[in-house]
């Protein structure tokens, strides 16, 4: 008897070959880009993650203010990261959506 399982249904890519080429990347191998500007990293701890992950925002901030330049930032919505931070013009921050109630941003 043999069980083969299928994909679950909100799964919207199909090409079951090209999903299980994928699922056999080695966690190695998953962090190998051939574009060098590229970095790909795996941190195991959540901490760490959002860790890193605030300071990149705060850098990529720092830099577009510092040399004038307009940036837009969007990111991921869980319970430690709460909303989607839109920057549109130099030195202005729009929060987008219901967390706009519970944060303050200060860019001075």
Same mark, same amino acid.
């Given at each position: ?22 699922? *056999? =990347?080695?966690?190695?191998?998953? !962090?190998?880009? %051939? +574009?060098?500007?590229?970095? /790909? ?14 300071? *990149? =925002?705060?850098?990529?901030?720092? !830099?577009?203010? %510092? +040399?004038?330049?307009?940036? /837009? ?36």
């Amino acid at each position: 008897m043999s069980f083969d399982l299928d994909l679950s249904s909100f799964i919207t890519y199909r090409d079951r070959e090209v999903l299980e080429q994928v699922r *056999d =990347i080695s966690r190695e191998k998953v !962090t190998e880009h %051939e +574009n060098q500007d590229i970095n /790909v990293g795996i941190i195991d701890s959540e901490r760490e993650f959002y860790t890193a992950f605030a300071l *990149d =925002i705060v850098t990529r901030i720092k !830099t577009s203010l %510092e +040399n004038g330049k307009s940036l /837009v930032l969007h990111g991921p919505v869980t319970p430690l990261v709460p909303g989607s931070l839109l920057q549109t013009e130099r030195a202005d921050v729009t929060i987008l959506g219901g967390v706009a109630d519970a944060v303050e941003v200060n860019m001075s």
